[in-house]
């Protein structure tokens, strides 16, 4: 950048009024130098990979209007020089790392329509002279550091319609005058500190458009739960997000209220203190409703059959309640559902079958219910599925096949916890984009299939605590990616394949009480105790130990093995199998001996009975050793 060569001949001079340059990549600091282009009228340098400080002389830009340095690396104070860019409109210097406080100053930029200071590390408070600025429009300082009162003088503007101050640590109330407003849209205060009330007057704002108050601490002084008020008479209204608060339902009078806002498109209520029944005119609400949120409550009682008149919703979440009854059959109405959470509430009876007719679900959750029944066949239907959760429930049958052609599954299958029997079909190898299978906990029965191996990017497989037989499938040499095998607690048998030392993902394996037999593999992840359990096996034998003495040494003669040499060596003469380096100079061995090898020597004898019921539990071994270093502690031993 330089400035306009000298004009030649009749022509006027040119003269540089706006540098754009978004998203060019550019990498550096910003130039001082820029401010000698004193005709500027708009700097737009934004998306690029500006990092230092703003320099303070572009507050010699006195046209300034636009100042766009967005979405960069720029780190330092905001500069009070930038209060002499006595025509700017648009200050734009969110996303970055800024610090400091806010200049009040800016407010000398009496043309300001937008501060955009959003998604930095600002701290300190909000300056109350901004509610002065008689053009500013967009106020967002979201995502920073601000604390302090929220400045009622916010309240006096005649032109604010969007204020986004989320995400900071602003503590009090929402100033009254704020509420007053009759030209402010968007409300954004949540995740903050603040506290009393949800302030009735805040009905008498009938400009709003979407409020903002979830993650907030709305109570009363004297400690007692608001009541949600009626926002019946904003009828603009589009979102409500009051989640996470201490608010109260009272009669639930606000949901009937709310019919009046046929423009609502988000209703989260989640995180509250919502108790009782849902009324039936939750059914009336906007047919433009989205997004229903109402988990995390205490709502109690039956689903309303109405509900399935929100033909529009996207997203219903109501888990973590203390709904019963059935589902209601209604639900197979809302053909747009992507997300769909009853989990954790008290639901009986069984799974809808017309639940199959919401084609669009991406994400469907019943967990922790006390449904009953088999799983219907036409959940096949949910094409989009990425998460099928039934876990903890009372369910029974087969496990269909219809499920194991939902190809898009990706994340999670978990059926854990049920009744489910029967054999697992050889279709599961369709699920090649599955993450986590999780079936365990069942009365499942037959050979583990082979075609699990098919499912390339499976993490996480938990067959626990079912009736499978036969072995390990040759074919789970393929799976690569395995971090977590848990197929313990069933009739598996034949020898641990060899091939398990080398999957390399695996984090995590769980052979115990099955009936394998033969040498345990001791390398890959074999060679770390700590993740393979094979307790309760009581066929298996592991590979001799390395140690001082080989088992074909003269101590080993005529059938002696290892464990009997060990055995006989206590308790005089523990230093034959002890290293001698173990000992230390200054502390007397003989009390060495006694009270910490010895001690420790008989609890591996016990560790490595030929028999794993004669084997002592993992939790006594762990008490005796936390009791033998405490001994070795008392005695000076390094």
């Given amino acids: 950048m330089h400035p306009c060569y000298p004009a030649t001949g009749r022509r006027a001079p040119r003269r540089v009024i706006a540098i754009d340059l978004p998203s060019e990549g550019i990498i550096g600091s910003i130039s001082p ?19 230092g400080g703003i320099p303070s002389e572009l507050g010699f830009l006195n046209e300034l209007q636009n100042l766009d340095l967005s979405m960069n690396s720029l780190e330092g104070n905001i500069p009070s020089e930038l209060s002499s860019c006595s025509q700017l409109q648009i200050l734009d210097l969110q996303n970055n790392s800024l610090q400091g406080e806010i200049p009040p100053s800016l407010s000398q930029c009496v043309h300001l329509q937008q501060i955009l200071l959003g998604n930095n590390k600002l701290q300190g408070s909000i300056p109350s002279a901004f509610g002065d600025l008689p053009k500013l429009r967009v106020l967002f300082l979201a995502n920073n550091r601000l604390s302090g ?65 979830n993650q907030n601490s709305f109570i009363a002084d004297n400690k007692l739960t608001g009541i949600m008020p009626s926002f019946g008479s904003l009828t603009n209204l589009e979102d409500l997000d009051v989640a996470y608060n201490m608010l109260e339902a009272g009669d639930w ?35 433009s409703l989205q997004r229903l949120w109402l988990r995390n409550n205490k709502i109690s009682g039956p689903i309303p059959q109405e509900i399935g008149n929100l033909k529009s919703l996207t997203e219903l979440y109501m888990d973590y309640n203390q709904l019963t009854g059935n589902i209601p059959l209604t639900i197979g109405n809302l053909h747009k559902l992507g997300i769909l959470s009853f989990a954790q509430n008290r639901l009986s009876g069984q799974i809808p079958d017309n639940i199959g007719k919401l084609v669009q679900l991406n994400y469907l959750n019943l967990d922790r219910n006390n449904l009953s029944g088999s799983i219907p066949l036409s959940i096949g239907y949910c094409t989009q599925l990425e998460i099928l959760n039934l876990a903890h429930n009372s369910l029974n049958g087969t496990i269909p096949e219809t499920i194991f052609k939902i190809s898009s599954l990706s994340m999670v299958l978990d ?27 069942n009365r499942l029965s037959g050979d583990i299939p082979s075609t699990l191996s098919q499912c390339v990017v499976l993490e996480y497989l938990e067959m626990q605590s079912n009736f499978f037989v036969g072995s390990i499938p040759q074919t789970f040499v393929n799976m690569l990616g395995i971090k977590v095998m848990d197929i313990s607690h069933n009739n598996l048998s034949g020898e641990i394949p060899q091939f398990l030392t080398l999957l390399r993902s695996l984090q995590v394996l769980n052979l115990s009480f ?63 199998v002890v290293d001698p380096t173990m000992l230390q100079d200054d502390i007397s061995v003989a009390d060495m001996m006694e009270r910490c090898f010895v001690p420790l020597v008989k609890i591996g004898l016990s560790c490595s009975m030929a028999l794993p019921r004669e084997r002592p539990e993992m939790g006594q071994v762990s008490t005796m050793i936390l009791r033998i270093k405490h001994a070795a502690s008392n005695m000076g031993v390094r």
């Fill in 415 to 441: 059926l854990s916890y049920n009744y489910l029997s029967g054999s697992i079909s050889d279709e599961v190898g369709n699920l090649v984009n599955l993450n986590k299978l999780i079936i365990s906990y």
């Fill in 33 to 51: 130098c820029i401010a000698n282009i004193t005709s500027l009228t708009r700097l737009q340098l934004s998306n690029n990979s500006f990092h």
């Fill in 253 to 287: 009078g606000f949901i009937s209220s709310l019919s009046n806002c046929t423009r609502l498109t988000k209703l989260m209520l989640d995180g509250n203190n919502l108790q009782g029944n849902l009324p039936s005119s939750v059914g009336n609400l906007s047919s």
């Fill in 514 to 576: 099955n009936n394998f037999h033969g040498v345990v593999p001791s390398s890959g992840i074999f060679a770390n105790a700590s993740v393979v359990s094979i307790e309760g096996n009581d066929h298996l034998c592991t590979e001799t130990p390395t140690t001082g003495s080989s088992p074909t040494d003269e101590n080993f003669n005529g059938g002696t093995t290892l464990h009997d040499f060990v055995d006989r060596a206590l308790p005089d003469n523990t230093h034959e």
């Fill in 149 to 213: 009162d929220i400045p009622p003088s916010l309240g006096s503007s005649l032109t604010l319609t969007y204020v986004d101050l989320g995400n900071n640590a602003l503590t009090g109330g929402i100033p009254k005058p704020m509420l007053n407003s009759s030209s402010l849209q968007q409300l954004i205060l949540n995740r903050n500190s603040l506290s009393g009330e949800l302030p009735k007057a805040l009905l008498n704002t009938l400009s709003l458009i979407g409020i903002y108050l």
